[in-house]
Nanobody
Framework: QVQLAESGGGLVQPGGSLRLSCAAA????????MGWYRQALGKERELVAT???????KYADSVKGRFTISKENAKNTVFLQMNSLKPEDTAVYYC????????WGHGTLVTVSS
């Protein structure tokens, strides 16, 4: 069973940046659309960004222009570069296929606060 491991979260001040990574134990990136999701406390999990097999990307309106999704197929890793972070970006961030088809990893917590 493919496992996902997210990392790179932390505490950052508003306006700051973080780069999240998601490593997969298995070659899933070549054959699936990959996505970053997030779940804030008390809210449902939402899709933030996706990257296709052709490296095309899409973003939720709330992060467009601030976040960039990328991937390295050879390393089975997908990234999320987050700039100009806002307090409302605070959440646990997860990666998965889109639509989600793999057991969720533990996620990585991003806290944006002064």
């Amino acid at each position: 069973q493919v496992q996902l491991a997210e990392s790179g979260g932390g505490l950052v001040q508003p306006g700051g940046s973080l780069r999240l990574s998601c490593a997969a134990a298995g070659s899933i990136f070549n054959y699936n659309i990959m996505g970053w999701y997030r779940q804030a406390l008390g809210k449902e999990r939402e899709l933030v960004a996706t990257i296709g097999q052709d490296f095309s990307s899409k973003y939720a309106d709330s992060v467009k222009g601030r976040f960039t999704i990328s991937k390295e197929n050879a390393k089975n890793t997908v990234f999320l570069q987050m700039n100009s972070l806002k307090p409302e970006d605070t959440a646990v961030y997860y990666c998965n296929t889109n639509p989600a088809s793999i057991s969720w990893g533990h996620g990585t917590l991003v806290t944006v606060s002064s």
